[in-house]
C-alpha cells in the first residue's frame, strides 16, 4: 500500500475564500485560492454574499486545482472538505459539493475540522520547512480564533487556552478600523507598526488567568484613546498612525507571548508551531524568533500560503485520515461550531 500514490482532493469554504487543492501523498500538487473582493466595501463578511460568490467560484477552482495537479479526476482516491467551524452557508456549499462529487466518483469523503487543518499544515511536505516533532505547542491566531493547543499526535489535541472573547484578528481589525483604515485592517497595522515606534503609547494588558486570553478590553482602551486625543487635536491620528499601529501590535503580540511562555512553563514543551490568519503578522513572527533565542524554544513557522484559509491544509488532514480510513458518511453535514 505505501507505494501506491494517494491522491487528496481538497475544498475549504469555511468563510470568504473560496479554496481546492490536491495533494499527493504529502506533498501538494496544487492550490488554488479564489478570494472575494465584493467584503471590502461592508468593512467585514457578509455571510450570505459569501455563500453567494462560493457557489460562482467552486466549479472554475477545483476544475483549475485538478488540471494544475496534472491528473484526471479518475485518479483521485478520495474528497476531503472542511466541515467546520466557519459561515454556516459558506460551509454547505463546499459540504454539499463534496458530497456530490466523491458519491459521483465513488470514492470516499473525508470531514476536516478546519482548527485542525491549521495545525497539520506543518506537516505538508516542504523543502526547507522542517516538521513540528510530538509533542508541541500550536498557537492558532486568526480572525475567529484565538487557541493554545497541546498537540502529542496527529489527531490527539487538546485545547489548553483559548479566547473568552475577540479573537486576536478582530483586535486588529477592529483597533483599524477605530483608525479609519480600510477592512481588513489588520495587514494595514502591521504595515505601519514597522515603520513606528512600539513604545510611544501604553495600553494595559487584560487580566485573565490560565492560559486564556481577553481582546475586548484592549479595543475598548484603543476607542476611548483615539477619542480622548482625537478631541484635543483632530489630526492626532494622522500625525501619529506610525506610532499608534506599532503600540498596539505591540501589545497585542505580548498578550501572546506572556501565555505562551506560561503555556511552555506548566507544559515542559517547547517547541511551538503558529498556524492561522494572523500568524502572518511580522510582529509575532519576529517575536517568536526572539524568543528561540531568549527562551530555548524551537519556532515553526508556515509557509505564508498556508496562514492564510486554503485548501492545502486541509488535505493535508485529508491525507493523514485516508491512511487511517477514518471516511464519513454521505449524511454528513456542515457544522459551524465545531471545536477541536
Known sequence: ??????????????????????????????NIVATQEVHKKYGGVVPELASRAHQQNIV???????????????????????KGPG???????????????????????????HMQAHILAHFIDEENFDKPEFPFLALTISGGHTQIVKVTGHFEMEV???????????????????LGLPYPGGPLIDKYAKLGNSKAFKFTKPKVGGLDFSFSGLKTAVLYFIQKEVKENPE?????????????????????????KKAVAQTGITQIAIGGGVSANSGIREALKAGENK?????????????????AMIG???????????????????????SL
Not at 475549504?12 to 496544487?30: G, I
Not at 472554475?60 to 472542511?82: C, G, R, Y
Not at 459561515?87 to 475540522?113: C, H, Q, R, Y
Not at 493535508?316 to 465545531?338: E, P, W
Open 87 to 113: 459561515l454556516m452557508g459558506s460551509l454547505l456549499v463546499g459540504t454539499s459539493f463534496a458530497k456530490s462529487l466523491a458519491m459521483g466518483l465513488d470514492i470516499p469523503l473525508i470531514e476536516v475540522n
Open 295 to 311: 527562551f530555548g524554544w524551537k519556532t515553526y513557522v508556515p509557509k505564508f500560503e498556508y496562514t492564510t484559509d486554503n485548501a
Open 236 to 260: 492626532f491620528i494622522k500625525e501619529n498612525l506610525e506610532d499608534i499601529c506599532a503600540s498596539i501590535q505591540y501589545t497585542i503580540v505580548g498578550i501572546l507571548i506572556d501565555k505562551l
Open 60 to 82: 472554475p477552482v477545483i476544475h483549475q486545482a485538478i488540471a494544475e495537479a496534472n491528473i484526471d479526476k479518475k485518479d483521485l482516491s478520495a474528497i476531503a472538505f472542511t
Open 160 to 178: 489548553i487556552g483559548q479566547t473568552i472573547d475577540d479573537a486576536v484578528g478582530e483586535a486588529f481589525d477592529k483597533s483599524a478600523k477605530i
Open 1 to 30: 500500500m505505501a507505494s501506491q500514490n494517494i491522491y487528496i482532493l481538497a475544498i475549504e469554504s469555511s468563510c470568504d475564500d473560496t479554496a481546492a487543492a490536491v495533494l499527493q501523498n504529502d506533498t501538494l500538487l496544487s
Open 316 to 338: 493535508i488532514v485529508g491525507y493523514y485520515k485516508y491512511l487511517n480510513k477514518d471516511f464519513s458518511d454521505f449524511s454528513v453535514t456542515a457544522q459551524a461550531r465545531y
